[in-house]
Antibody
Framework: EVQLVESGGGLVHPGGSLRLTCVVSGFNFRSYWMHWVRQAPGRGPVWVSR????????TYATSVKGRFTVSRDNAENTLFLQMNSLRDDDTGVYYCARGRTGDGYNPDSWGQGTLVTVSS | DIVLTQSPLSLPVSPGEPASISCTSSQSLLHANGYTYLAWYLQRPGQSPHLLISLTSDRASGVPDRFSGSGSGTDFTLKISRVEAEDVGVYYCMQAVQTPQTFGQGTKLEIK
């Protein structure tokens, strides 16, 4: 069974940092592109970042570029999102998701998410 | 960034009736490799989104065949041939032809 479990969310002040972690199981992690997608309360999902199978090819949403860094540890089946200089509008549930077999661009399996709240 | 516009935003449907959702893109979603990168997701209440259709018309594993996707270029449609109670939720289109990948604003399907 494919499983993705996010952790690391919480309450942080504006300007602060958080590191999100996603531990996966049930599939060959090193063979899949991975994504982060967030969803503010009552709003639709917003794509945040994706990373290629070997840790290269990392791309970001315009709003997070230069503040967020995605990385992965294929030996530990773990995906990370380092978030710095957090702002109020970064608040939301952060999902990690596996890219579809083949092109990797469409997330096809999602975790349950971890809540990040940025507030003073 | 590519903007995806969905219509309608709210869709009340009686069980057993068909439903259709439109997604219009501000730019063509046809990639140089010949694939058109438009996907559809359903987010049921209290759940994560899950993939229904990718590459415009390819149903994901386990998705009932009452769901179908079509379209090309900038205009796309998701059709449900006969709506069932479990289809309730918010439907999103998403493009992956270029980064940043973007979602439509969502269409809320409810049962009459």
């Amino acid at each position: 069974e494919v499983q993705l479990v996010e952790s690391g969310g919480g309450l942080v002040h504006p300007g602060g940092s958080l590191r999100l972690t996603c531990v996966v199981s049930g599939f060959n992690f090193r063979s899949y592109w991975m994504h982060w997608v967030r969803q503010a309360p009552g709003r639709g999902p917003v794509w945040v970042s994706r990373i290629g199978t070997n840790g290269a090819d990392a791309t970001y949403a315009t709003s997070v570029k230069g503040r967020f860094t995605v990385s992965r540890d294929n030996a530990e089946n773990t995906l990370f999102l380092q978030m710095n200089s957090l702002r109020d509008d970064d608040t939301g549930v952060y999902y990690c998701a596996r890219g579809r077999t083949g092109d990797g661009y469409n997330p096809d399996s999602w975790g349950q998410g971890t809540l990040v709240t940025v507030s003073s | 960034d590519i903007v995806l516009t969905q219509s309608p935003l709210s869709l009340p449907v009686s069980p057993g009736e068909p439903a259709s959702i439109s997604c219009t893109s501000s730019q063509s979603l046809l990639h140089a490799n010949g694939y058109t990168y438009l996907a559809w997701y359903l987010q049921r209440p209290g759940q994560s989104p899950h993939l229904l259709i990718s590459l415009t018309s390819d149903r994901a594993s386990g998705v009932p065949d009452r769901f179908s996707g079509s379209g090309s270029g900038t205009d796309f449609t998701l059709k449900i041939s006969r709506v069932e109670a479990e289809d309730v939720g918010v439907y999103y289109c998403m493009q992956a032809v270029q980064t940043p990948q973007t979602f439509g604003q969502g269409t809320k399907l409810e049962i009459k």
